[in-house]
């Protein structure tokens, strides 16, 4: 198992902001982390957090007048905010370097906005003559302003940094390998950052292709550029560490003598369950870490997506029993765990195993839509279910991703794949079940200082359920539905356990969704007229509208 050099950790997430003090800091050191990554940096801003350089630095002088370009630039755009900004980032600098912690400032560069997701010629492009060296003044700038920042965290792609296209339509890039463009921009920014620091600057290639990633390895500066890599080529998964790509990419850099961090979920809070933050299954949690630890040359972990430390969090509590003891095993983890919960001890580690198990059995290979199930709609539509996996046009969506996310097209799933996805979505509800089942016969022994956070976590994972089963009663009406259109339209009689099952699962469905429509009239429709139902329901749309938001995996 590897010695993890690096535990790199984030105050705060997208979904919680927790004050930078020195108490919180304190905490993380006392977790075993020792070095903070100072920023969110999450691409929808949260809590008006830096996410790109421009967002704290200005160009000045002789440099603004060659390099500064109009450019809008995401965020809260006032004088307050950016002083604001600003100053918290010099106080976490400060609080890092008297805890002594390493400090990192995350940005995406070059800065393009939205404008990757379209494919158009860019603002800033690497091959313009102009934008590299522009961000090099931009970090002269930035160290002059932020002195004490040890290490750069840069993405290239995403965090609304995109690059051209070599099959787009600009002029300087069209034809020529990302790798060829890109490499020569990260080395640039690196070995200028440790010109004026002697530090790091860590790489995170996400959005590209395996292919391009592992090309543009061979071509690093292994001086002075170290790498972050998501846990698998699709996106930090917390039951899918370590796939192909990551064991590739991590022989490469060992053999170049670049090191390497790997970002998984390490508390509660995660985008694929966001907005929930209290739903515990540490096993998960230390599954992911050892497998982590377990590859070759591994010079650290780093926290995804953020971490409250302010709360009782079980995920959180097997993190520091890891990092303190990367040898430990499941049971002696999980006796630690229920230590504060006494007597309601065995019902607690009972809990904790169903739970993760629960989590380690849903489908969240299927889309990346099933990421942040907080926010599905659980009254699903009455239309044909859908699996969407369509999310952005970038390398890697189009080509390696669909080694781990079943689909990442609009096109109709076989029926074959919708009963695979109810199936797994069945047996994770069943064991969220017996876990919710489990919790509630120990709540009442539960101590008072735990016991709030603790119903917090049974809330929580009764939607998780409650939105597990949803998918599932969707995708086995609709081929249900299916099989019953199939008899009529050959003529023959519909079996009636096929009806009689179809009535049942919309009634559980609509217990399940705790509102009587839209499956009362459903219902009422199906037992008086079966021609009309088949006419009305469960049919493939003309155009997908996505009618229950972005996060309904099956609806549209």
């Known amino acids: 198992m590897a010695n993890l050099k690096y535990k790199i950790g984030l105050i705060g997430s997208p979904v919680k902001f927790v004050s930078w003090t020195e108490e919180t800091v304190r905490s993380m050191k006392q977790i ?48 307050g905010a950016w002083e604001r900004r600003r100053n918290d980032l010099k106080e976490r600098i400060r609080l890092c370097k008297q805890a002594g912690l390493r400090s990192i400032f995350h940005f995406g560069a070059p800065y393009n906005g939205k404008d990757g997701y379209r494919d158009l010629p860019l603002d800033n492009c690497l091959l313009d003559g102009v934008t590299p060296d522009r961000y ?6 930035f160290n002059e302003e932020f002195p004490g920042v040890d290490d750069l965290l840069l993405y290239t792609y995403d965090q609304d940094a995109w690059l051209c296209n070599e099959f787009g339509t600009c002029e300087s890039c069209r034809g020529i390998p990302l790798d060829e463009r890109v490499v020569p921009f990260v080395n640039l920014l690196a070995r200028t950052w440790k010109r004026l620091t002697g530090g790091r600057l860590w790489w995170e290639p996400w959005e590209l292709s395996a292919g391009q990633v592992l090309k543009a390895i061979e071509k690093l500066d292994a001086d002075c550029v170290s790498l972050a890599l998501h846990s698998n080529i699709a996106e930090v998964t917390a039951t899918l560490p370590v796939d192909r790509f990551l064991k590739n990419a991590a022989n490469l850099a060992v053999k170049r003598n670049i090191p390497f961090v790997v970002e998984g979920f390490f508390t509660s809070a995660t985008e694929e369950v966001e907005p929930y933050e209290h739903i515990a299954y540490p096993l998960v949690t230390l599954r992911q870490l050892r497998a982590i630890a377990g590859i070759p040359g591994a010079a650290g972990v780093k926290e995804y997506f953020g971490i409250d430390m302010t709360k009782p969090d079980p995920n959180l509590r097997v993190t520091e029993l890891f990092f303190r003891n990367p040898g430990i095993g499941d ?37 990346w839509f099933a990421r942040k199930i907080g ?37 109709e799933p076989d029926p074959w794949m919708i009963e695979d996805i109810q199936l797994r979505c069945e047996l994770s509800a069943e064991r969220a079940t017996a876990a919710i089942q489990a919790g509630r016969n120990a709540l009442e ?57 179809l009535t049942a699962l919309l009634k559980e469905d609509q217990q399940n969704q705790r509102s009587t429509e839209p499956i009362q009239t459903v219902l009422g429709v199906l037992e008086e007229d079966l021609d009309e139902f088949l006419d009305r329901y469960f049919l493939t749309p003309d155009r997908n509208d996505w009618v229950k938001g972005p996060h309904s995996l099956t609806s549209r």
């Not at 976590?457 to 998918?471: C, H, I, P, T, V």
């Not at 009663?473 to 539905?481: F, G, K, S």
Request: with cysteine; hydrophobic share 40%.
């Open 32 to 79: 075993g982390f020792n070095a903070l990554q100072l920023n969110i940096a999450w691409g929808g801003r949260p809590h008006d957090e830096p996410l790109n350089l421009e967002d704290v630095v200005a160009l000045s002088g002789e440099a603004s007048l060659k390099y500064e370009q109009e450019i809008p630039i995401g965020g809260d755009s006032s004088s």
């Open 445 to 501: 022994r539960v101590s008072a200082s735990l016991r709030d956070i603790f119903e917090k976590n049974l809330d929580e994972l009764d939607g998780f359920q409650r939105r597990a089963m949803s998918y599932a009663y969707h995708l086995r009406e609709t081929n249900l539905v299916r099989i019953i259109r199939s008899y009529r339209e050959d003529h023959r009689d519909v079996p009636e356990r096929l009806l009689a099952e």
């Open 136 to 141: 090099v003044a931009l970090l002269e700038r």
């Open 331 to 367: 049971d002696e983890a999980l006796g630690e765990l229920a230590e504060p919960y006494g007597t309601a001890a065995e019902e607690m580690k009972a809990f904790w195993r169903l739970s993760s198990e629960s989590f380690e059995l849903f489908p969240w290979d299927v889309s």
């Open 375 to 411: 926010l599905c709609d659980v009254s699903h539509s009455m239309t044909a279910a859908f699996i969407r996996g369509q999310q952005c046009h970038t390398p890697s969506w189009d080509s390696t991703r669909r080694a781990i996310f079943m689909k990442t097209d609009d096109l």
